[in-house]
């Protein structure tokens, strides 16, 4: 792991979803992953760490991970990154919050696009896109310096839903295929709930060991 790479958890909204910074403090530079909520929560944390925002990046498009970006970028004007393939949810995020009975302000409109093996950066540390669907068609995981971003494809003990629109279980059986071929000691820090190990995983989820598999939708 890169001697200058600080992570910080910030938790946010009804459903308790996971924001991360993502920081390289030697280069005064950071970004965000998933701001779904609280955007003077995340802003505060973040202020913290001294560190210029760069950029949002988005591993999928489902309201609770997008609804703090309008705040964010009233006070950032940073460019927000998505996988094209969740340009649709992307754009019917505050309608989707509703169904759920909540309410999330709409995003703007993302800037930039990410594909799978894309190189993102931030100050000296880079971070491969992995593109993992089954919970959303766009989804993407970011994998570096021992660690993934996995959103919500893996949780520890369970995976992401597939009995939603737009999900797939055949597709996330095969992302999860993806998960299992890091490296065991790989630090998975996902969008909701606890981190948790790739080796921790392979032993204790069902849903890698075999004993269960994804709902259809």
Not at 74 to 81: A, K, L, S, W
Not at 174 to 201: D, M, N, W, Y
Request: with cysteine; proline share 6%.
């Amino acid at each position: 792991m890169s001697a200058t790479l600080q992570v910080e958890r910030v938790t946010v909204g009804l459903l308790e979803e996971n924001c991360w910074i993502v920081a390289d403090p030697a280069a005064r530079a950071c970004i965000l992953v998933d701001p779904g909520d609280e955007a003077d929560r995340i802003l505060a944390e973040m202020d913290k760490t001294g560190c210029k925002l760069e950029a949002i990046w988005l591993t999928h498009a489902h309201f609770d991970h997008v609804g703090g970006i309008g705040g964010v970028r009233r006070e950032h004007d940073v460019p927000i990154y998505l996988h094209p393939a969740d340009a649709t949810l992307y754009s019917v995020a505050d309608r989707s919050a509703e169904r759920w009975g909540l309410e999330i302000e709409q995003p703007p409109d993302f800037d930039k696009t990410m594909a799978a093996g894309d190189l993102m950066s931030v100050g000296s540390l880079r971070f491969t896109v992995l593109h993992v669907p089954g919970h959303a068609p766009g989804h993407v995981a970011l994998l570096g310096h021992g660690l993934v971003f996995g959103g919500d494809c893996l949780f520890a003990g369970s995976i992401g839903r597939t009995d939603i629109p737009f999900a797939s279980s055949m597709d996330l059986m095969k992302s999860l295929e993806q998960f299992a071929a890091l490296p065991p000691e790989t630090v998975v820090h996902a969008g909701h709930g606890p981190s948790t190990t790739i080796a921790r995983e392979l032993a204790t989820n069902p849903f890698l060991t075999g004993v269960a598999r994804p709902r259809s939708s």
